[in-house]
């Protein structure tokens, strides 16, 4: 399985590789997008693991932590979707609270900290994606900065 690779353009959830590339005007001020990366040459999504799911988010720059926002384009921040609890999609951004929240069990991310844990059982913060814009388009910089999911099974 190939993560996302630096390079590669990162297209919105739910579009195919005929989809409009995500542009940083594309994300308004703390909407969540969901995105897969794009392997620009080839014109393919890369590998469509649950593990490559991306979550986006534009924040203003001066609200980031230093390494958040050496990582970011534009105050956007993307991390792993993938919870590091049980692998379940975190999905729900809760606006009030300013925290990124997985909906099977609860774990809480702080996405402006480094995604740090501020509640639930999550072990580890979500891995985060360096983001730099490439040709006007949101751009994969890097690789994730840890391991994707969640933590591995032992025994029986």
Known sequence: MERPQPGDQLIELGTDTGGKLLKPGDLAPQDL????????????????????????????????????????????????????????????????????????????YDLRHGARVVGGPAPRPLPALPLKVSNAALTVAGPFTSRVGGEQQTGA
Not at 53 to 81: K, N, Q, W
Not at 91 to 102: E, F, G, I, N
């Open 33 to 108: 997008v969901l995105a897969w990366a794009l392997d620009p040459e080839k014109k393919v999504l890369r590998d469509q693991s649950r593990l490559n799911m991306v979550v986006l988010i534009r924040f203003d720059p001066a609200t980031l932590g230093a390494a958040e926002a050496h990582m970011a384009s534009d105050g956007i921040v993307a991390y792993s979707a993938v919870c590091t609890h049980q692998q379940c999609w975190v999905t729900d951004w809760l606006k009030s609270a300013q925290v990124l929240q997985c909906p099977c069990h609860q774990s809480q």
